[in-house]
């Protein structure tokens, strides 16, 4: 293998997964000014990231997600651990999806977040995103439990929740970029994911010699 095959050296390069005519593949610096150039306005930040002063709320929102994405390979271990994927429609970049774990190879439980192209919404795009990670998580890395969070006022993320046989797992109130709102926990189990067979539509490969990395 040659020394500068990056993907040798890290390979949660190499996962690829599709649901469809929706793909995933983990995002690259390369990809990082078509994501700035896609990013939301309604995308809301992290409430404790440090917005810097002089910078409009706009730049603010694509430097921590630039900061996000460095931070996520420059610390991960497989203790935490933060993926990115780039979604792409039918050869279009739409969105990403991120999936994630904290103590993982302990707890079995993974996390995940993610953005959408107001001009791709309300195609099922989000559905298909979605069920593919937990496709990863739960048929390939051994995940027990996904959980889920999004605020009250935020249908189509519990939509594509519920729709994935996410259960309501209680509330809490939260600081945000627009102040303090009410978000609603959501949790989907091994078992249900497996009733629902969801994970039959999906197809993930290049999943070999990742388990250092996620802690397997």
């Known amino acids: 293998m040659p020394p ?3 993907e040798h050296h890290w390979p949660p390069l190499a996962i690829r997964i599709r649901v ?8 690259r610096e390369g990809d990082l000014p078509g994501l700035l150039d896609l990013l939301p306005d309604d995308v809301e930040h992290d409430p404790t990231s440090e917005l810097f002063d002089g910078l409009d709320l706009e730049d603010n929102r694509r430097r921590i997600f630039l900061q996000t994405y460095w931070r996520s390979a420059g610390t991960w271990s497989p203790n935490g651990w933060w993926l990115p994927f780039l979604v792409t429609h039918r050869g279009r970049a ?6 994630e774990g904290e103590h ?5 439980v993974v996390d995940s977040s993610s953005w959408l192209d107001p001009a791709a919404r309300g195609r099922g795009t989000g559905v298909s995103m979605r069920a593919g990670i937990l496709a990863l998580a739960f ?11 999004a605020r009250e006022d ?3 993320s519990l939509g594509v929740s519920r729709r994935l046989g996410y259960e309501d797992n209680g509330i809490s109130r939260s600081r945000s970029p627009s102040g303090p709102c ?3 926990h959501m949790v989907l189990t091994r078992k249900a994911w497996e009733t629902a067979g969801r994970g039959r539509t999906a197809e993930a490969r290049g999943i070999e010699g990742c388990g250092p990395w996620f802690g397997l």
């Open 4 to 6: 500068g095959d990056v």
């Open 20 to 27: 469809g005519d929706v793909a995933l593949r983990p995002v």
């Open 94 to 99: 739409v969105g990403v999806q991120t999936l």
């Open 104 to 108: 993982f190879s302990e707890l079995r």
């Open 139 to 149: 048929d390939h890395l051994g995940a027990e439990a996904a959980v889920s969070s």
């Open 154 to 156: 935020n249908a189509a």
């Open 182 to 184: 009410t978000l609603r």
